[in-house]
């Protein structure tokens, strides 16, 4: 039967797509196992306008245990004989409907993929984008989103850390909610998603499967919201206290060595995690829907099959084992139930009882169609870029107004109203937890190593030109990392765009892929695990390009991990990057300055790879050899903003001068990137400049550190109380708490 | 000295306390899962933070029905050693080895920050090695912590010294603008009236170590340690 446009529009199909279905098939599918289909060939589940870039991101290290989009998420070998486990993930469009429950189950759905590779999972992050907060809709997203990420995240025991909240206008209405998770795993305890052993018994643990979340890959995932049509029931509902067992269990299954394979059940649910896992051991299965327990009556096939109830687990289990496994999670309460088994086929086969509901080889259903993106450099951006900033008029205010301005501005304020909301100390392993370093780092307990983790991007960046931002994103992640002391080793991203059909989206995602690749290949980090959340428009508005990358670090030494905060009076404070304060007009594209005080977005942003790259290394350094007592890269607000925070963190003043008073705005305030202001004791002095030129980086001495005054000659006199407060309060003014 | 570390579905400050125990503090520990009705062998109960069952209904208010809640009472009955932490104070409220109850936070957040704390008593068990009125900084991480009775027992708890910690500014005082929760009288931590329970809200397994931002709670399990002869 030829199928109506209303039911492939619901699964998010194209009639061409439809057709090459019913040509691989040599038949019309039925419906159970279209929907199946349009699950697993959603954009959220085949990467189909995705899967090209992708392929182009350096995946090699000696250290990378998975390969690329193979696993859950990357492993890392951090010696020791442990692995570190990493990924970030999109909840965007859930959230935007229904923003606790949308950020709570992004928290849980993240968790399960590193519960998936057998690891513990030590910490999470969220990268969150918001629109402005002046607009009540907005602010009703942003408090849900926050109390959805606490409320799950507290429950769980797992540390919420840190990340970044950045607001603009582009993200009214589409917020973007990217929740990452870290864990750890004794390496020969690992486990894979696989399934290659005809016979093995398909288990299903966790909560019992509703009719929530049907269509969250292909309808929700995987379009935009052109119509205000009611959505809601596309979003899952999380159970964090089942996650929290279910984490325990399934921990302790894998200790006993009892699993063959191990997954997690996310978007497009069992159907998905089932034929993703035998794909990939080469094998098939059969499943009888009948078996699954289930939460409401009535529920067919097909809305089982593609149920998307949270806290559910696939373990995949030799028959000899399965009553020790059921043992395990009746102890901790968790219904688990076999429903099915590996079969040798190669088929995907649903049963409804003894009746045959579906049949269809698993390896169409994960080779989607896969296209290539073209785009189109905007003439809207040309124009932007060669906007003439040397034409900006002298601004009104005064250079230290200015600078409280930007400190209370919703993208630099302190985001302590949000964090301490969230647990960053259970597990207690937070050694630099958040608004204290650059990166959160965690100590791993029984050795003297600690990882670090920052998350970054900067979307006005990246709209003014995709493959800066691309870059900048992958260098500022890494060099957050690094201001700690600890060394790079991987990255996990999120790749979130608008329509990829759009020329001009496409053009965006190529040029933010090809900055990413060229900063990973000049930094030398793999990326090894990520996820692309695509069509994030609302009635016409797209979202800046936002390539959300985070990076982990690895620091031999923990207890010298350094924070961002001036430490000690009297100290040297030098900028690192650059043997001058530039004056360069051209520093101020894409800067907040520019935004804030002239209402602009414009300019041409740049980076120097080569300068970053030899940066980073001396700031390991300096943090290695303990000359640095603080580090701070230079990021949103520039070089002001950065020595306003050190001061606060730190509880300290500085005073000092940056040379040309009369071009202060681009010195204050240009974001000039590859920059990092450190303070050094002044018995170090020496040391420090011997670690510059050796790694041939370039510096200039700035002021020192005092008790509490903040001046920079000529220019800014002022304290740190009135810094700090605009610092503290900025947010809780925006909110209008 | 032997301590108990009680686990039930939802805890997750369990192995917390247990390192903070074990490796800070040299003791030997063993986990108490929450089906157990018999508590052997052990010196001193802690019953840690977390959500216990989910806490969906009402902090600890499913955990008190527990099986392991019926040798809880038995040993603390028999004078034993027991200390809540967080949900681990909630669940001795609940089961009533403690006066008063914990509600949510006045602001309706979760919090999780550091705190000062003023030791109102060095007299009990928990607080032997610090001196009267002495400062500590612990971190408090909770939803549910607002201590709240009614004003006969917050009376009865003032004049049996029965107050353990109140919520105070780095200097001392102890004010609202200190009070992280909105808790009666800045109420933190209480004992019961034999000397032999706490609960508290602040995290003292959270700060045994200098890398991790502090040492204070050590003054707390220090203290039970000496009282165990």
């Known amino acids: 039967m030829p199928v109506s446009k209303e039911i492939l529009d619901e699964i998010a199909l194209k009639q061409e797509e439809y057709d090459e279905i019913v040509r691989r098939l040599g038949r019309e599918p039925n419906s159970v196992e279209l929907g199946m289909f349009g699950a697993l060939w959603s954009e959220h589940c085949g990467y189909k306008h995705s899967k090209q870039l992708l392929r182009t991101f350096p995946s090699e290290s000696p250290y990378l245990l998975t390969a690329p989009g193979q696993e859950n998420a990357g492993a890392i070998d951090i010696g020791d004989g442990l692995s570190a486990v990493i990924k970030v993930e999109s909840h965007n469009h859930p959230s ?68 970044e909240i950045a607001f603009a206008p582009s993200y009214s209405g589409n917020p973007l909610v990217n929740a990452l998770c870290l864990g750890i795993v004794r390496s020969n305890e690992m486990v894979r998603a696989i399934a290659s052993t005809p016979g093995n018994i398909l288990l299903l643990a966790g909560a019992e499967t509703g009719r929530d979340g049907i269509h969250g890959a292909s309808g929700l995932a995987s379009r935009t919201f052109e119509e205000d049509i ?126 045959p509901v579906g049949a269809v080889p698993g390896g169409m259903l994960t080779h989607p169609p896969i296209y290539e993106v073209f785009g189109d450099k905007p003439n809207s951006i040309a124009e932007l870029q060669n906007y003439d900033l040397k034409s900006l008029p002298t601004p009104a205010d005064a250079p230290y107004d200015i600078l409280l301005k930007l400190l209370a501005s919703p993208n630099i304020t302190s985001k302590e109203f949000v964090y301490r909301q969230y647990d960053h100390q259970v597990q207690t392993n937070t050694v630099l937890p958040p608004g204290t370093a650059d990166a959160a780092v965690v100590r791993i307990k029984g050795s003297d190593k600690g990882l670090a ?77 990520g996820n692309v959340s695509l069509y994030n428009e609302t009635k016409g508005t797209v979202i800046y390009p936002t390539p959300v990358v985070c990076a982990l670090g690895l620091i031999d030494d923990v207890n010298k991990a350094v924070s961002s905060g001036f430490r ?30 002239h209402g602009l977005v414009a300019g041409q942003p740049s980076i120097d790879l080569g300068l970053e790259v030899k940066l980073q290394s001396c700031c390991r350094s300096l943090v290695e050899n303990q000359v640095v007592n603080s580090a701070h890269d230079c990021s949103e607000g520039g070089l002001a903003v950065a020595l306003a925070e050190s001061s606060i963190i730190g509880n300290l003043g500085f005073s000092g001068s940056i040379g040309n008073r009369d071009h202060w705005a681009p010195s204050l305030f240009g974001e000039q990137p590859s920059r990092v202001v450190v303070s050094v004791s002044k018995d170090k002095t020496h040391q420090f400049k011997d670690i510059c030129y050796v790694s041939n980086t370039p510096f200039v001495w700035l002021g020192t550190v005092t008790s509490g005054e903040f001046s920079i000659s000529g220019i800014i006199d002022g304290s740190l109380s009135e810094i700090s407060s605009a610092w503290k309060t900025g947010l809780s003014i925006a909110l209008g708490e | 000295m032997r301590f108990g570390i009680v686990v039930f579905p939802g805890t997750w400050s369990d192995t917390d306390c247990y390192h903070a125990v074990t490796e800070v503090l040299n003791q030997d520990a063993q986990y108490i899962w929450h089906q157990e009705s018999n508590i052997r062998d052990i010196d001193c109960l802690v019953l840690p933070g977390g959500f216990s069952y989910g806490d969906y209904l009402r902090t600890g208010a499913i955990a008190r029905f527990s099986p392991v809640m019926s040798a809880i009472k038995k040993f603390a009955n028999d004078g034993g050693l027991v200390i809540g932490i967080c949900n681990g104070f909630q669940i001795l409220c609940e089961a009533q080895l403690l006066p008063g109850v914990l509600i949510r936070n006045d602001d309706l957040r979760f919090r999780c920050e550091w705190t000062n704390l003023k030791i109102e008593n060095n007299g009990t068990k928990f607080t032997s090695r610090a001196s009267q ?38 200097s001392g005082q102890i004010d609202a603008e200190s009070n ?50």
């Open chain 2, 133 to 170: 009125k002495e400062l500590i900084k612990v971190p408090i991480s909770h939803g549910e912590g607002n201590y709240y009775a009614d004003s006969k027992t917050i009376d009865t708890l003032n004049n049996n010294g029965q107050v353990v910690f109140r919520y105070c500014s780095p």
């Open chain 1, 96 to 163: 935007a409907i229904e923003p606790y429950q949308g950020a709570a189950t992004g928290v849980g759905g993240i968790v399960r993929d590193i519960l998936a590779m057998g690891a513990r999972p030590i910490a999470l992050m969220n990268s969150l984008r918001f629109g402005p907060l002046s607009e009540q809709q907005n602010r009703h997203l942003f408090n849900g989103v926050v109390s959805g990420i606490s409320g799950y995240g507290n429950c769980i025991g797992v540390p919420d850390i840190g990340g």
């Open chain 1, 453 to 529: 983790l920052s998350s970054d991007c900067n979307g006005r960046i990246g709209y003014l030109d995709p493959f800066v931002g691309g870059a900048l994103a992958v260098a500022e992640a890494c060099r957050n990392v690094s201001c700690t002391g600890a060394t790079p080793v991987a990255i996990t991203d999120c790749l979130n765009f608008g329509n990829p059909e759009k020329p001009d989206v496409a053009y965006q995602m190529v040029e933010s892929v090809r900055g990413m690749v060229e900063a990973c290949n000049s930094l030398n980090v793999p990326v090894v695990s």
């Open chain 1, 230 to 355: 009611e959505l809601r029931p596309t979003v899952q509902v999380g159970n964090p206290f089942m996650e929290k067992i279910l984490i325990e269990a399934c921990l302790e299954v894998v200790k006993a060595n009892l699993l063959e394979g191990l997954q997690d059940l996310g978007a497009a649910g069992l159907t998905s995690s089932i034929v993703e896992a035998t794909t990939k051991g080469g094998t098939g299965f059969k499943l009888d829907v009948a078996l699954v327990p289930r939460r409401e009556s009535g529920m067919s096939p097909y809305e089982i099959m593609l149920s998307e109830s949270q806290e559910r687990m696939l373990l995949i289990v030799s028959p000899e084992n399965v009553t020790t496994v059921t043992n395990i999670m009746e102890k901790w309460d968790i219904p688990c139930t076999a429903i099915g088994e590996v079969t040798g086929d190669g088929i995907a086969r649903i049963f409804e009882g003894s009746n």
């Open chain 2, 180 to 229: 992280p929760n909105g808790s009666i009288e800045n109420i933190a931590g209480i004992v019961n009236d034999q000397g032999n329970v706490m609960g508290m809200m602040p995290h003292p397994e959270r700060c045994c170590e200098e890398i991790i931002g502090g040492t204070d709670g050590r003054i707390i399990f220090e203290s039970m340690i000496d009282s165990v002869p």
């Open chain 1, 568 to 597: 000690n009076e009297g100290d040297s404070v030098f900028l690192l990057g650059s043997d001058v304060v530039s004056a360069d007009v051209n520093y101020l594209a894409g800067s907040e300055y520019l935004e804030i005080v």
